[in-house]
């Protein structure tokens, strides 16, 4: 293995499997070479038809289901000097 190599693997030490995961997919798509390309066209394809999160939300419900936020129209046309 060359020192870059090594290098390259440290650095993924302590990331996260979201930041991981992003990375191969990154690999995958723009770094490998042309072999099966078909099948990885395939995985795309199907990776863009599932919706997914990425990062330390993932999952999360970041605002109340009963949370109307057109009730704060006015405010936020206020706040940027919009009128309504």
């Given amino acids: 293995m060359s020192i870059l190599q090594r290098q390259v693997i440290q650095s993924l030490n302590g990331l996260s499997d979201d ?14 070479p042309s072999e099966g390309k078909e099948e990885n066209v395939d995985k795309l394809i199907l990776n863009r038809n599932i919706a997914r999160r990425i990062g330390s939300l993932e999952g999360q419900n970041l605002i109340d289901a009963d949370y109307d936020i057109d009730e ?5 046309a206020e706040m940027f000097g919009v009128s309504l």
């Fill in 72 to 76: 704060c129209n006015d405010e936020i």
């Fill in 19 to 32: 930041n991981l995961r992003f990375l191969l997919e990154m690999i995958q798509r723009f770094m490998k």
